[in-house]
């Protein structure tokens, strides 16, 4: 698969997630406090960032 085509499948997936209703999304925003909370004070690399975000998509 073309890297485009890997972004744009990647990208589906996670808009496929964030529109899925009202307990994926209490779910999500849960999942997103605690890792808001254990990095608190810095910043996560991208590589970590979207390692989430693909494991989240899945």
Not at 53 to 58: D, K, N, S, Y
Request: proline share 2%; no cysteine.
């Amino acid at each position: 698969m073309e890297p485009e085509s890997q972004t744009s499948a990647f990208v589906l997936a996670v808009l496929s997630r964030l529109t899925q209703g009202a307990a994926t999304m209490g779910t999500t925003l849960a999942a997103m406090s605690a890792w808001g909370r254990a990095r608190e004070g810095g910043s996560t690399r991208s590589g970590e960032r979207e390692a989430l975000l693909r494991e989240w998509a899945a």
